[in-house]
């Protein structure tokens, strides 16, 4: 077990549609990341959050957001859904120069 | 910007047998290398990682891996496979605070490692 918690771990919705994925990092962990898996695009870097602020942003599509609450625990905001947005969506955390643990994901799909 | 590259989609090896699986890295400065494996339906668990120091690199399982300056490379290895270590394998780089990149880690596109009996 990594320690990084994701809800929900499945989630089905349809086109048009927004939905909240949330993430808890380890304990102690200040930065949390997401990752969008999808068979043909692989592993892609959404964004970084560092204690409660943006730290880096990789290749998230305006239709997407997050934010870091002050008790880190982060949400992934998705709307707008598009059929191609289904995919595995990951949250790690970690402390500064540590490797990154992993959550489980949350599978979207979207119909 | 950071890169790395996994040649191979898919690796069979016997059970028994030695395993590699390749990496190549393209980094401006010092390379920050990890391996990463991910079992069906689950997240990314952390194998090892190289900083800086020995070449040769000890991790969970059983895993090493060889960090080669001269052919950018950074091939991860197991003397003796096992049925159990059939899983999708990732090599990544880290991306440096001080060019802007946080501290994220950019992934190749996975090496699907086959063990079979």
């Known amino acids: 077990d990594s320690g990084v918690t994701q809800t929900p771990k499945h989630l089905i919705t349809a086109t048009g549609q927004r939905v909240t994925l949330r993430c808890s990092p380890r304990?102690?962990?200040?930065?949390v990341y997401w990752y969008q898996q999808s068979l043909d695009q692989g592993l892609q870097f959404l964004i970084q959050?560092?204690?409660?602020?943006?730290?880096a942003k990789g290749n998230i599509l305006e239709r997407f957001s997050a934010q870091q609450f002050p008790d880190l625990h982060s949400e992934l905001n998705l709307s707008s859904l598009e059929l191609g947005d289904s995919a595995l969506y990951f949250c790690?955390?970690?402390?500064?120069?540590?490797?990154?643990?992993f959550g489980n994901g949350t599978r979207l799909t979207v119909t | 910007a950071q890169s790395v590259a996994q040649p191979e989609d898919q690796v069979n090896v016997a059970e028994g047998n030695p395993l590699t699986v390749k990496c190549t890295y393209s980094v401006s400065g010092n390379p920050y290398l990890f391996w990463y494996v991910q079992y069906p339906n689950r997240g990314l668990q952390f194998l090892l990682k190289y900083i800086t120091g020995d070449n040769l690199v000890k991790g969970s399982y059983g895993f090493e891996a060889e960090f080669n300056k001269s052919q950018t490379s950074f091939h991860l290895k197991k003397p003796s496979a096992l049925v159990s270590d059939s899983a999708l394998y990732f090599c990544?780089?880290?991306?440096?605070?001080?060019?802007?990149?946080?501290?994220?880690?950019?992934f190749g596109t996975g090496t699907q490692l086959k063990v079979e009996l």
């Open positions: 304990s102690g962990d200040l930065s």
């Open positions: 990544a780089v880290r991306d440096s605070i001080l060019t802007g990149g946080g501290n994220k880690l950019t």
């Open positions: 959050y560092y204690n409660g602020e943006e730290r």
């Open positions: 790690a955390s970690s402390v500064e120069g540590s490797p990154l643990h």
